[in-house]
C-alpha cells in the first residue's frame, strides 16, 4: 500500500507513477537477497538509462550529518556533473558494489571504462536484520541491479538496498515519490527516492499527527541493546529534468532535511544523512573537455529567483517518499531471530482520523 491509498493530507501534483521514474529517462533497478541470515540488496538509480550512462548531468550534493558514505562526490563537488549510475547498499557493502559498477561499466562501455571512473555508492546500515559481516553482496549483484532498472512504477518497502532497513522502528527501505512544477509553459517533474533507515518510534509524525506518540508497543529494535534509537541513516537522491545549475542541484539536496522533518526526524548523531541531486537537462554539457568541438559550453537554466517552486516539490516528494518507504514495508524477520514489525497501517488510519 502506498501512502495516497491512506486518509493522509499530501500537497502537490505527482507525476503518472508517482516515483522517481518519472523523470524522464530516469530507471531504478533492485537486486533483493534474502537467502539464509542475508536480509539486504543493491538498488541502482540511472539518471539517462543505461545507454546514457557517461554522458554528464548536473549535479549537486549536501550531508546534514556525515556518519555515513556516499562515494564519488568529491568529483561532483568539483566538476559539478555526474556521470555513473547511482547505487544504494548496505555500510560493509560499499566496496564490493563499487567493484561492481566499474565491472559492469568496463563491459557496457568499454571507452568509458578506458577512463577513470569513480562510481555514486552510498549505504545505510542494516546490521539489526542482515548478517552484514557475511560476503553476501557480490560484484556482480551491482550489474544485476544496473540491468534489472527500468522506469514505470517501482517497488518500495524491502526491496534492493532497502531490504533490511529500518525506519522510526518500523520496517522501512525503499521509498519514491514525484512532483510536478510549472515553469513558465513547461512542466517539469521532481523526483526522490530515499533509503530511509532512520529515526526514534516516539518522533513519528504524519501529516503533521504525532502519531509515534501512540504506537511506542511492539519495538523490538529499540529494545535491542546493539541497536541505537534513531541510528541507521537515510540517503536520498532527488532527480529533475528541469534544467539547473550544478549550484542549483546543490540546493535541491539542501531542502531535502525540511522533507525529513516532516516525518518527525531532528537527525541522530548516528544516522548519515547524506542527499544527492541531479538534473537531466542539457544533455551534452558538463564533459570531461578532452573531446574535440566547441571550446564553449552553455546552459540553460531556470533563474535563482525563480527556484522556490522546485525547492517545494522537493520537500513534499521527500515526506512522501518516506511515508511510501514505511507504508510499502512488510513485517521482517533476519538474523537471529531479529524482527522489524511493519507500520500497523489500521491503527495508523485510526489515529489520523482522530
Known amino acids: 500500500m502506498r501512502a495516497r491509498e491512506l486518509p493522509i493530507a499530501l500537497r502537490g501534483r505527482p507525476g503518472p507513477a508517482n516515483a522517481i521514474t518519472d523523470v524522464p529517462g530516469v530507471q531504478v533497478g533492485y537486486v533483493t ?3 539464509g541470515a542475508a536480509r539486504t ?15 554528464p548531468c548536473a549535479a549537486g550534493v549536501y550531508s546534514l550529518n556525515g556518519n555515513g558514505e556516499m562515494t564519488g562526490v568529491t568529483w561532483i563537488e568539483e566538476s559539478g556533473a555526474l556521470t555513473l549510475p547511482v547505487t544504494i547498499t548496505n555500510t560493509h557493502a560499499v566496496g564490493t558494489v563499487h567493484r ?24 545505510t546500515w542494516d546490521g539489526y536484520l542482515n548478517d552484514i559481516n557475511g560476503p553476501h553482496v557480490r560484484p556482480e549483484h551491482a550489474g544485476q541491479a544496473i540491468e534489472s532498472a527500468a522506469g514505470g512504477p517501482v517497488a518500495e518497502g524491502n526491496v534492493g538496498g532497502g531490504t533490511g532497513m529500518n525506519c522510526y522502528g518500523f520496517k522501512g527501505g525503499s521509498g519514491t515519490a514525484s512532483r510536478q512544477v510549472e515553469h513558465a509553459v513547461d512542466t517539469y517533474t521532481v523526483g526522490a527516492f530515499v533509503q530511509a533507515n532512520f529515526g526514534r518510534r516516539s518522533e513519528l509524525t504524519v501529516a503533521g499527527v504525532p502519531v509515534g506518540q501512540e504506537l511506542l508497543d511492539d519495538n523490538p529494535m529499540e529494545e535491542h541493546a546493539r541497536a541505537r534509537a534513531g541510528a541507521g541513516s537515510v540517503i536520498v537522491v532527488v532527480a529533475t529534468d528541469a534544467p539547473l545549475l550544478p549550484g542549483q542541484c546543490k540546493a535541491l539536496a539542501r531542502r531535502v532535511p525540511m522533507g525529513l522533518a516532516r516525518t518527525g526526524t531532528t537527525g541522530s548523531h548516528f544516522s548519515g544523512d547524506i542527499f544527492l541531486a541531479f538534473s ?6 558538463l564533459g570531461s573537455g578532452f573531446a574535440a568541438g566547441d571550446d564553449y ?13 522546485f525547492y517545494t516539490a522537493v520537500v513534499e516528494a521527500v515526506e512522501e517518499a518516506v511515508l511510501n518507504a514505511l507504508t510499502g514495508a512488510e513485517e521482517s524477520i533476519g538474523r537471529d531471530g531479529h524482527r522489524s514489525p511493519a507500520l500497523p497501517l489500521d491503527r495508523l488510519t485510526e489515529l489520523l482520523s482522530r
Open 33 to 35: 537477497l534474502t537467502e
Open 41 to 55: 540488496g543493491v538498488t541502482a538509480i540511472l539518471p539517462r538509462g543505461r545507454d546514457g550512462v557517461g554522458l
Open 100 to 123: 561492481g559498477v566499474i565491472d559492469w561499466v568496463v563491459a557496457a562501455h568499454p571507452a568509458l571504462g578506458a577512463e577513470w571512473l569513480l562510481p555514486v555508492v552510498a549505504e
Open 280 to 285: 537531466t537537462a542539457n544533455e551534452g554539457a
Open 297 to 309: 559550453e552553455t546552459l540553460r537554466f531556470v533563474p535563482w529567483g525563480r527556484m522556490d517552486p
